[in-house]
């Protein structure tokens, strides 16, 4: 049974910083791309990072360039996504998800297999 459990979500002031962990289960981890994505509340899922299984394609929201870094460790199964200056608007439920395809870096929620249950983040001004 494949299991992705998100966590280090939390309450941050704007401009702060905040690193979300994944934790990765049931599935050969180095063999699928990981993706972060957003939820507001009304609002669609949406991309926020991607990486291909090793790590040499990564793909960002325009968003969150410059601002945001993705990251795995293939070792402990478990892929990493890096907030710095921290807005009110990325306040969201942060979800990972695994896609099968290794090379992918697919902003499409529908390309991904498998899907955590999410950690928030909300960020004050």
């Known amino acids: 049974q494949v299991q992705l459990v998100e966590s280090g979500g939390g309450l941050v002031q704007a401009g702060g910083s905040l690193t979300l962990s994944c934790a990765a289960s049931?599935?050969?981890?180095?063999?699928?791309?990981m993706g972060w994505f957003l939820q507001s509340p009304g609002q669609e899922r949406a991309f926020v990072a991607a990486?291909?299984?090793?790590?040499?394609?990564?793909n960002y929201a325009e968003s969150v360039k410059g601002r945001f870094t993705i990251s795995r460790d293939n070792a402990k199964n478990t892929v990493y996504l890096q907030m710095t200056s921290l807005k009110p608007e990325d306040t969201a439920i942060y979800y990972c998800?695994?896609?099968?395809?290794?090379?992918?870096?697919?902003?499409?929620?529908?390309?991904?297999?498998?899907w955590g249950k999410g950690t928030q983040v909300t960020v004050s001004s």
């Open positions: 998800a695994a896609d099968s395809r290794r090379w992918g870096v697919s902003w499409r929620r529908e390309e991904y297999d498998y």
């Open positions: 049931g599935l050969i981890f180095y063999s699928y791309a």
């Open positions: 990486m291909s299984a090793t790590g040499e394609r990564i």
